[in-house]
DNA sequence: CTGATCCATCGACATCTGTCAATATGTATG
DNA sequence: CATACATATTGACAGATGTCGATGGATCAG
């Protein structure tokens, strides 16, 4: 439960107002009262990153589809993907390549058909949204 | 590494031809030659919340805005978010009401402020998103 | 009450996304 | 080579998304 009093940041004295020019101490009163210390935001391309993988993953057909290649003992057929999904050949071949854009799955092409399996080098943050799919 | 012969979905004969009109023994043999049996489909509803999380999450200012909630002992005033990231405020209103929306934070009006904190009694799906979120 | 401040909402706009039909590319069959 | 098939690519289009400026509602200060 947040009080209406915060000292944190104005004891340091060190926060900058980022919405006028002036400086912290010169804002009104009330411009300060609701101020606390928050934490280093993460480097941006970390956040990228994490939000990279969100959004590869930000779409329940995608999410099937990683659905199945954890299931899988063998890498999948497109034909297969063809077949489970209510969307278009063109979708499917468009999804799979937003995955590996993503760089969560990889495709190798045997003869007329082509077969995709999870990387096995991915990457942590890649890793661990993975892992939250049954 | 996948084979040229796949034998299982062919062995049963249950398998759907779902392109085509025709049966799947009145398919051409090539058509058959790559068809493994793959895991059952999550129910649509699991998919598309999981689907619903990713996207909550697939922003880097929101990846960033958990990562401070994360870390914070108190709930974090909207000014502080205004403070921090470089867009404009109904930007961050908007980021946080995705946040909102998708159950992943909540919100407390304090005299003029409003205050977010993530809910404490995240979905299984959610709760897993966001602990992946440093 | 009046003015100032915080926040949410609205309207607009450019960009991204999911989808399909059509086409292209590559491979196997005959 | 000609044909059939699997997959990828392209072009188009509706809908979602991130962003901003402007506006509105609520709250506090004087």
Redesign the pocket.
């Known amino acids: 439960m947040p009080t209406a009093t915060r000292t944190t940041a104005a004891a340091t004295g060190t926060r900058s107002a980022a919405?006028s020019g002036r400086t912290f101490e010169e804002?009104?009163?009330?411009?300060r009262g609701?101020c606390s210390d928050v934490a280093a935001p993460l480097p941006e391309a970390r956040a990228d990153d994490i939000a990279g993988v969100m959004?590869a993953l930000?779409?329940p057909?995608?999410v099937q589809m990683v659905h199945m290649l954890k299931a899988a003992t063998e890498p999948i057929?497109?034909?297969d993907f063809?077949a489970v999904f209510?969307?278009?050949?063109?979708?499917?071949?468009?999804?799979?390549?937003?995955l590996r854009d993503a760089g969560l799955v990889e495709?190798e092409?045997?003869?007329?058909?082509?077969?995709y399996r999870l990387r096995g080098d991915l990457s942590p943050a890649a890793k661990q949204a993975v892992a939250l799919i049954p």
Chains 1, 2 share one sequence.
């Open positions: 919405h804002l009104p009163v009330r411009t609701c959004r930000a779409d057909t995608r057929c497109v034909c063809n209510h969307v278009g050949q063109p979708t499917v071949s468009h999804h799979l390549a937003k495709s092409k045997l003869g007329i058909w082509a077969f």
